[in-house]
C-alpha cells in the first residue's frame, strides 16, 4: 500500500512537472535558430518600439537575452509584459521575426 501511494505521488509530481514545463516560455535568444524556423513558438517580454503602416503592423517583444519583431495584427501596449504565440520565420532582409497567432 505504502509502495503505490510512493509510485502514485511520483507521477502525479512528472505530470504536473510536465503541464507547466509545456506551459513556460522559450528565451528570445534560444527561439532564434534555424531549428524553430516554421514552427510554433512562444516568448514573453516587453513590448517596445510598436509601429503601424496602413494593414502591416507589429512591435519588438524584449525580454533578458535578446530582442525579436513581431508581426501582428493587434498592437500592445509600449512598456506592457506579454507573451505570444506564433510561426517563427526568417527573412533574408528582417533576420528572425514571429508572426503572432
Known sequence: MRIKKSLLGLILLLAVTLIISGCMATSIKDVKSPDYVGKTVRVSGT??????????SGY?????????????ETLPVEGSKITVTGMLIKDTLLGYYIKAS
Request: no cysteine; aromatic share 0%.
Open 47 to 56: 513590448v517596445e518600439n510598436t509601429i503601424k503602416i496602413g494593414e502591416l
Open 60 to 72: 519588438t517583444l524584449k525580454d533578458k537575452t535578446d530582442t525579436i519583431g513581431v508581426s501582428s
